[in-house]
């Protein structure tokens, strides 16, 4: 018998309060309820997380006032010009999250840890000038910090609802891949149809994502029935949910679910993402306590930032040779 998905047909995200895990007092407790969420819906909401209201609202600001920014100035920060790092300006169209259905609406800006050297997903930050954005740059190394914090307390929650150490999974996390993601969605009026929405129907790739997202909603989150449910905006609270390597790291326990944005508000939608992954070269494999004779592993061995890079190439028109197809309409 194989540790089938226990993924079920939720009707709504649970909201799980986590000062004790931030504060240390009661880490078990909240590990507890993040494992039955992961393996019943693969979405919470967190609560409690200690990241200052303050600072989530001035990233906002320079969220909005980045894509304010005029459209030559956006494009020259343009993704495709950062390389293998992959970070900076993403036009509508210009990353296809489901491309065989859907071309995505939203344009993004992609941030993430400075190194001065190119390699895939690390290198400098294609960030707007101090006159153009004064305090943008500072801004997101503040929210990074706060994020990367964030994700290591709830790593350690993911390890412990997993009957490991709650530093299981720190050695291939020194360095990890990080993308801190703003994000803006026009508002769609007219007929909305699959074929053109917010962002398409996607899992994400990495570990752990923590999204913030805007009052305006319009994310929605599929059940086991196929069905789409509202993830509505939560005031102070994140939303997390688990990606592709910790589907596979749990052997298919945990869910990593699919989800999409669609935004029919009449409103321009903002929200910020920050996803993790492990370190490049880290190894992803099964878990020892996911693994037994009866269950064995369903996926060989493979390395973190291979596997991402191979996945940014299928949603990346400017990565492939080949598929002219998604150019966007004029
Ligand atoms: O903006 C959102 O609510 C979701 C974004 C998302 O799913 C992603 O960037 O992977
Ligand atoms: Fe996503």
Not at 106 to 118: I, L, N, Q, S
Not at 127 to 142: R, S, W, Y
Not at 143 to 156: F, G, N, W
Request: aromatic share 10%.
């Amino acid at each position: 018998m194989s540790i089938a998905s226990k993924q079920i047909a939720f009707s709504e995200i649970p909201v799980i309060d986590i000062e004790t895990l931030v504060d240390g007092s009661d880490a078990e407790s909240v590990a507890r309820k993040i494992g039955k969420a992961c393996e019943e819906v693969g979405f919470f909401y967190v609560k409690n997380h200690g990241v200052p209201q303050e600072m989530i609202d001035r990233v906002y600001k320079a969220a909005e006032d980045f894509f304010k920014l005029p459209q030559e100035v956006k494009e020259s920060l343009h993704v495709a010009k950062s390389g293998p790092t992959l970070r900076g300006y993403i036009p509508p169209y210009g990353e296809n999250a489901d491309p065989k259905k859907t071309r995505d609406l939203k344009e993004v800006f992609d941030y993430g840890v400075h190194t001065d050297e190119v390699s895939p997903f690390f290198g400098p930050n294609p960030n707007p000038t101090e006159e153009e954005l004064p305090g943008f740059k500072e801004t997101c190394e503040e929210y990074h910090d706060a994020m990367m914090a964030l994700a290591r307390k709830l790593v350690s929650a993911f390890a412990i609802s997993l009957d490991l150490p709650a530093n299981y999974f720190e050695k291939k996390q020194q360095h990890p891949i990080t993308i801190q993601r703003f994000l803006h969605y026009p508002a769609q009026t007219g007929e909305v149809t699959e074929k053109e929405i917010g962002i398409g129907a996607h899992t994400d790739y990495g570990f752990l994502t923590i999204l913030s997202q805007d009052a305006v909603g319009g994310l929605q989150v599929q059940n086991s029935v196929g069905e789409w449910i509202t993830a509505p905006s939560i005031e102070g609270a994140f939303v997390i949910n688990i990606g592709d390597l910790v589907k596979t790291m749990t052997n298919g326990r945990y869910s990593s679910t699919v989800h999409r944005v669609v935004n029919t508000s009449g409103a321009s939608r903002f929200s910020v993402g920050f996803f993790i992954d492990l370190d490049y070269d880290a190894v992803v494999e099964v878990v020892p306590t996911c693994v037994d004779k009866d269950n064995p592993a369903e996926t060989a061995p493979f390395t973190c930032g291979e596997y991402k890079y191979g996945r940014f190439v299928k949603v990346y028109p400017h990565l492939q040779e080949t598929d002219k197809t998604l150019t966007p309409a004029s």
